[in-house]
């Protein structure tokens, strides 16, 4: 066992980490792709967030190439925004090749062009790690959703049990800059009731569903 989890600092400068990320993704998208489609494991780990999806209307964070996107366009009307130009243009094309239609947008997590309350289910996968200010992109999120909305991630987090392998592992990925946060206590901080699920990597991946509550008042 390993003791309690360390969770990560926010960076100092947030703006540098969010172009330093975005340079990466730019020079990799399409290795990115590649991997994702290839690797069965990690369709495996975002394929366990399709069965909580609820519509009409859909709205999916930093989706990357598309692999989800792909996977529930044609049930919802599906809309989606990334900070990252070549992942945007990458999951365009991909979903056109797949007869598939989604509003895609390029754009900041934390500056949603979206009016409140629009859409019923937002997700997120393996991209929550990688915003430099979670309280920002929890602000926005919740305001997107409608009342009673879900909000489904698919993110790394430290095993509940403290196993070595799994806080070996999500150590791993905080080592090479994901911002590893008790994401469900954040949750709950901004009024959702949570449910958080291991669903791979010995207790390194989490499925967590969160349901808007009403504004206390
Ligand atoms: C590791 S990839 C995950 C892609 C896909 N969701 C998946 O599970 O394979 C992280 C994605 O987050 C996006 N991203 C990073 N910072 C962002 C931000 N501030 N706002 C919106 N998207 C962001 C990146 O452009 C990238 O496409």
New binding site residues.
């Given amino acids: 066992m390993n003791g309690p989890p360390q969770y990560s600092r926010e960076p100092a400068d947030k703006r540098a980490f969010?172009e330093a990320?975005?340079r990466q993704?730019s020079r990799w998208s399409g290795l990115y792709d590649l991997a994702?489609r290839i690797l069965p494991v990690w369709r495996r780990w975002?394929d366990q967030a399709l069965p909580h999806l609820h519509g009409p209307r859909l709205l999916e964070?930093?989706?990357?190439t598309g692999?989800l996107l792909s996977r529930y366009a044609g049930r919802y009307e599906c809309h989606g925004?990334?900070?990252?130009r070549e992942?945007v243009a990458m999951a365009r094309r991909n979903l056109r090749r797949a007869g598939l239609a989604a509003d895609l947008k390029q754009g900041?997590?934390?500056a949603l062009p979206y009016a409140d309350g629009t859409f019923d289910s937002v997700l997120i996968?393996?991209?929550f790690t990688?915003?430099p200010d979670a309280d920002r992109a929890m602000t926005e999120i919740r305001r997107v959703l409608c009342p009673g909305g879900r909000l489904v991630l698919v993110d790394v987090n430290f095993p509940v049990d403290g196993n070595r392998l799994g806080t070996w592992l999500t150590r791993r990925w905080q080592a090479g800059g994901d911002i590893i946060r008790d994401l469900p206590a954040i949750l709950r901080r901004f009024g959702f009731r949570v449910e958080d699920r291991e669903i791979g990597g010995w207790g390194s991946i989490h499925l967590t569903l969160a349901e808007k509550l009403p504004d206390p008042n």
């Avoid at 964070?61 to 990357?64: A, L, N, P, R, V």
């Avoid at 925004?81 to 990252?84: A, G, V």
């Fill in positions: 969010t990320a975005d993704y994702v975002l964070i930093s989706f990357g692999y925004i990334d900070y990252n992942m900041d997590v934390e996968t393996m991209a990688a915003y």
